[in-house]
């Protein structure tokens, strides 16, 4: 058999978007390129946006200073996101000294983040996550010619089969670390950790990782909400990212990065064939993120007209005439935070209405290494 061609060298135009639900929006955003690599994380806050800001300012300080150390991408991820967390934590305990007044929330709130660094040199997309943020490539497989999703990151929740066993197995004296019930809305199980979060990693939550933080956390909490009992060295909720990295293919088109803001309402496959229809439609004269989150609304409003009929919702501009917050969006749906890297292929250098990209599968071939 004849050998696949070498894949030119590529580079990346990047779209960035988001749209809020809560009042201020919890998640944030980074993108940083320099002539040897391209760096692009979402934070996907909960609880408030302090964490998701404050990992906004420091991460990718942390993940150079790693890099310079490691000369490896991945673990300089793993590593800029486990000193985010340390961080964080010391933070909180030097307000739980001082008995700053914003300490319970600041003991309560937390990120998930998924960051994804394009190596331009060695042509090499590296991808790590923490919690139910998530990343995929869009590529046209070499051998069938159909386009692939390809998850370069695995959701941490408690929907997740192999979390909730990893997080049983460390917990095995807490019979409720995971409570499992009937969700009447959407007929099928939920799972939560401690009945108060589907995530199992992130960075923040010191009340369900750090011993002295789940003492502050139990002395506050009202009464009939679990109790938070972290052992030493085993948090409720784990701070270690899961890395995944993926040679740049011929057949590369796009990487998506975006928060459950859009994943709770489409699937991989589903993003990936809407961006390639908005980059055949438009080429790259518009913003593809926003026109990807504009289709996500969409979908919100048809999801609301089934089940709230009594906001008579009749189109997209009626969703966002809803206050952003608690009482207002946020009980539709969540923010939504999306950066796309499209790759300079042939494909996605053609003039709008013209490309004739293949249909959709899904794939999951990226090679792993948990960090």
């Given at each position: 058999?004849?050998?696949?061609?070498?894949?030119?060298?590529?580079?990346?135009?990047?779209?960035?978007?988001?749209?809020?639900?809560?009042?201020?929006?919890?998640?944030?955003?980074?993108?940083?390129?320099?002539?040897?690599?391209?760096?692009?994380?979402?934070?996907?806050?909960?609880?408030g946006?302090?964490?998701s800001?404050?990992?906004?300012a420091?991460?990718?300080?942390?993940?150079?200073?790693?890099?310079?150390?490691?000369?490896?991408?991945?673990?300089a991820?793993?590593?800029?996101?486990?000193?985010?967390?340390?961080?964080?934590?010391?933070?909180?305990?030097?307000?739980?000294?001082?008995?700053h007044r914003?300490?319970?929330?600041?003991?309560?709130?937390?990120?998930?983040?998924?960051?994804?660094?394009?190596?331009?040199?060695r042509?090499?997309?590296?991808?790590?996550?923490l919690?139910?943020?998530?990343?995929?490539?869009?590529?046209?497989?070499?051998?069938?010619?159909?386009?692939?999703?390809?998850d370069?990151?695995?959701?941490?929740?408690?929907t997740?089969?192999s979390e909730?066993?990893?997080?049983?197995?460390?917990?095995?004296?807490?019979?409720?670390?995971?409570k499992?019930?009937?969700?009447?809305?959407?007929?099928?199980?939920?799972?939560f950790?401690?009945?108060?979060?589907?995530?199992?990693?992130?960075?923040?939550?010191?009340?369900m990782?750090?011993?002295?933080?789940?003492?502050?956390?139990?002395?506050?909490?009202?009464?009939?909400?679990?109790?938070?009992?972290?052992?030493?060295?085993?948090?409720?909720?784990?701070?270690?990212?899961?890395?995944?990295?993926?040679?740049?293919?011929?057949?590369?088109?796009?990487?998506?990065?975006?928060?459950?803001?859009?994943?709770?309402?489409?699937?991989?496959?589903?993003?990936?064939?809407t961006?390639?229809?908005?980059?055949?439609?438009?080429?790259?004269r518009?913003?593809?993120?926003?026109?990807l989150?504009?289709?996500c609304?969409?979908?919100?409003?048809?999801?609301?007209?089934?089940?709230?009929?009594?906001?008579?919702?009749?189109?997209?501009?009626?969703?966002?005439?809803?206050p952003?917050?608690?009482?207002?969006?946020?009980?539709?749906?969540?923010d939504?935070?999306?950066?796309?890297?499209?790759?300079d292929?042939?494909?996605?250098?053609?003039?709008?209405?013209?490309?004739?990209?293949?249909?959709?599968?899904?794939?999951?071939?990226?090679?792993?290494?948990?960090?």
């Amino acid at each position: 058999m004849q050998a696949a061609p070498a894949c030119p060298p590529r580079h990346a135009r990047v779209f960035t978007a988001n749209h809020a639900a809560n009042d201020p929006i919890e998640d944030t955003f980074v993108v940083e390129e320099t002539d040897k690599l391209l760096f692009a994380g979402v934070f996907d806050g909960h609880g408030g946006h302090a964490v998701s800001r404050f990992t906004q300012a420091e991460c990718y300080g942390k993940f150079q200073k790693y890099l310079k150390a490691m000369h490896d991408s991945g673990k300089a991820i793993a590593h800029s996101f486990l000193e985010t967390d340390a961080c964080w934590l010391k933070i909180v305990k030097s307000h739980m000294a001082a008995k700053h007044r914003d300490t319970w929330n600041e003991v309560t709130c937390g990120t998930c983040a998924v960051a994804a660094v394009f190596d331009k040199e060695r042509q090499v997309l590296y991808v790590g996550n923490l919690g139910d943020s998530r990343c995929v490539v869009g590529s046209v497989c070499s051998d069938s010619g159909i386009m692939e999703a390809v998850d370069m990151s695995k959701d941490h929740s408690a929907t997740t089969d192999s979390e909730r066993l990893r997080v049983r197995q460390e917990h095995a004296q807490d019979p409720n670390v995971i409570k499992e019930q009937w969700d009447e809305i959407v007929e099928e199980y939920a799972w939560f950790l401690k009945n108060r979060a589907r995530f199992t990693r992130s960075i923040g939550d010191s009340c369900m990782k750090d011993v002295e933080c789940a003492r502050f956390y139990n002395e506050r909490v009202p009464d009939g909400l679990a109790k938070m009992l972290p052992l030493p060295k085993k948090p409720y909720v784990s701070n270690k990212a899961e890395v995944r990295m993926r040679r740049v293919a011929r057949g590369d088109q796009f990487v998506i990065v975006a928060c459950d803001g859009l994943w709770d309402e489409m699937s991989s496959c589903q993003a990936i064939h809407t961006v390639r229809g908005l980059i055949q439609q438009y080429g790259l004269r518009e913003n593809i993120a926003q026109k990807l989150i504009d289709f996500c609304l969409c979908k919100i409003v048809r999801r609301l007209r089934a089940e709230e009929p009594d906001l008579d919702l009749k189109s997209v501009e009626d969703l966002k005439a809803i206050p952003a917050g608690g009482y207002g969006r946020r009980g539709l749906h969540d923010d939504i935070t999306v950066i796309i890297l499209v790759y300079d292929t042939p494909e996605n250098s053609q003039p709008a209405g013209a490309s004739t990209l293949p249909t959709i599968s899904r794939a999951g071939n990226a090679s792993n290494a948990t960090t």
